[in-house]
């Protein structure tokens, strides 16, 4: 059995392994639930192993979760503060598994990436750099939080280490008089006197920032439905409704259709790429950097300067 952990969903697979190599696993079942509609993990193991066949009761789990990892225990689950902490051997107790590992999620995109991956199908080239044979690469994630990851490889070695990153909760630095404003603006959005690179590129940071520039362009064009759905939003950033009102706010921003939203995916594009350059320099990773999101689709249609 393997599971997604994010702030907002929960994905569960049920796979069937051969003992032969190179054999393709069967799948067997899945399912999606909420992180933040839930008390616990345990709670939504419950609901998706009552639905699983007594033949096909998992022996074994993996579970990738947004968070740090030590030991095999989840040490905080920022995203969702609400669940209780866990170890890998007390969900293997509780549900009769012979064995459960926990990892970090970025742990779990490491070893991903080092699959036999397709051009165009499993990943996308940004540019036209070639990258460097046995270099470091560098692996960011927006979604619900920052999530980060490197991977180094040495001498002799067949495949990469895999290190895990809590950097999204660096803070976050103003560059210009209008970085100041908006640092200032989340700030007081989030009631927070400190303010982690996480709650800008992640969860409500898109939907703040349009707020943002709401209150102080009141020419630019926007559009009025997905305005309106932004000014009555008082959700927790894991909701679902933060989810969607993202997906129209970036579609309509890139079709030209709310212009204020366009601004709004600059400034976003802007602070994610200063992110970027920063761990950039801190891992060496100058040819290789890998982004887990569709945030692609901006990088490679926008370009906007803030």
């Not at 927070?192 to 590129?201: G, H, K, Y």
């Not at 008082?234 to 933060?242: I, V």
């Not at 993202?246 to 594009?269: A, D, M, P, R, T």
Request: charged share 25%; aromatic share 10%.
């Amino acid at each position: 059995m393997l599971a997604d952990i994010g702030g907002t969903n929960v994905r569960f697979k049920l796979l069937r392994i051969s003992k032969q190599k190179n054999v393709q696993p069967d799948e067997i079942s899945s399912d999606k639930f909420s992180s933040a509609d839930s008390a616990s993990l345990q709670e939504l193991l419950k609901e998706y192993l009552s639905k699983i066949k007594k033949e096909d009761y998992p022996l074994y789990a993996v579970i990738g979760i947004a968070g740090p990892v030590n030991n095999n225990e989840i040490i905080s689950l920022t995203n969702i503060p609400h669940w209780p902490r866990f170890s890998g051997e007390e969900i293997a107790k509780e549900f009769n598994l012979k064995k459960c590992v926990l990892l970090n999620d970025f742990i779990c995109n490491g070893y991903g990436v080092q699959a036999d991956l397709k051009l165009n199908e499993d990943y996308v080239p940004l540019n036209d750099v070639k990258s460097q044979e046995g270099g470091p690469k560098l692996m960011i994630g927006p979604g619900t939080g920052l999530g980060m990851g490197y991977l180094l490889k040495e001498q002799g070695n067949e495949f990469y280490s895999i290190g895990a990153s809590e950097g999204g909760h660096q803070d976050y630095t103003a560059k210009t008089e209008d970085n100041f404003a908006l640092r200032e603006y989340f700030k007081k959005s989030l009631g927070n006197t400190d303010l982690s690179i996480e709650r800008v590129l992640s969860g409500q940071g898109l939907i703040i920032i349009y707020k943002y520039l709401q209150s102080i362009d009141t020419t630019t064009k926007r559009d009025k439905e997905l305005e309106s759905k932004i000014n009555d939003f008082k959700d927790s950033l894991t909701s679902a409704t933060a989810n969607q009102i993202n997906i129209e706010l970036v579609n309509k921003g890139l079709s030209g259709e709310c212009e204020l939203s366009k601004k709004s995916i600059g400034i976003f594009h802007f602070c994610f790429r200063r992110c970027c350059w920063r761990c950039l320099i801190i891992y060496c990773s100058y040819r290789r950097s890998i982004f887990t999101w569709r945030i692609i689709c901006c990088f490679r249609t926008f370009n906007y300067k803030y």
